[in-house]
């Protein structure tokens, strides 16, 4: 009797302990702990450097909206700019590194470059995000085939984690995201696809190799 007296009162205590953490809470750590448990849901024990990042909070955006260019501003105006962050984007055929910034919206995001949209996302076209499972910060939002896509969307982002989470929370498309070991195959537009190779070696880089696939180590 008294041993099931005993667990009684460590449950009692626990839930105790665990309802004032709850209370104590700000929304800040709240929205933090919300999009971590997203972010392992998705990557833990899948992709290099998740571990690392556990005890990196994700900032609510990397860049203000009033850095932005006024004509990117008046071209989405009406929509609920949610986060902004510097990427390097890689053209779809000769894989040209190109400096643009990812923004994303409610409803949907947009690859930008200075004062103009080069490419727009809506979630509700959205059809997968795939990265590797190394330590690269690559990822590829796939979009459908149609005529007002280019092809798919090759990024190279600083903070892929905290990109990744905030993309696949916004679009609601948590189960599209995929972790790739080897390769990816791409579409590069007009019923074409490339193929990305992902590889270890002793310093970063991404390059077309002889063959004319995308390389990243």
């Known amino acids: 009797f008294l041993m099931q007296t005993s667990e009684m009162l460590k449950k009692i205590c626990m839930r105790n302990l665990v309802r004032k953490y709850c209370r104590g809470l700000t929304a800040e750590r709240k929205v933090q702990l919300q999009q971590k448990v997203v972010t392992s849901a998705v990557f833990s024990g899948k992709k290099e450097g998740y571990l690392e990042s556990l005890s ?6 990397r860049l203000k909206e009033n850095d932005l260019n006024p004509k990117v501003l008046q071209l989405i105006r009406g929509e609920n700019i949610k986060y902004v962050t510097p990427v390097i984007k890689y053209d779809r ?42 330590s690269d910060g690559i990822v590829v939002i796939h979009v459908p085939e149609d005529n007002k896509q280019k092809g798919d969307v090759i990024l190279q982002c600083e903070h892929i984690f905290e990109t990744v989470t905030k993309l696949c929370i916004l679009a609601n498309k948590q ?10 195959r791409f579409r590069v537009g007009s019923g074409k696809e490339g193929t990305m190779v992902f590889t270890v070696g002793p310093e970063p880089q991404v390059f077309k190799d002889k063959t004319g696939q995308l390389t990243v180590v």
Do not use: D
């Open 56 to 61: 990196q909070p994700f900032l609510e955006t």
């Open 93 to 134: 055929n000769g894989f040209k590194a190109r400096e643009r910034l990812l923004v994303l919206t409610q409803s949907s995001a947009y690859v930008v470059e200075m004062a103009k949209i080069k490419q727009k996302i809506e979630y509700s076209t959205l059809k997968g995000i795939s990265t590797s499972n190394l």
């Open 175 to 184: 189960s599209l995201v995929k972790v790739v070991k080897g390769s990816l």
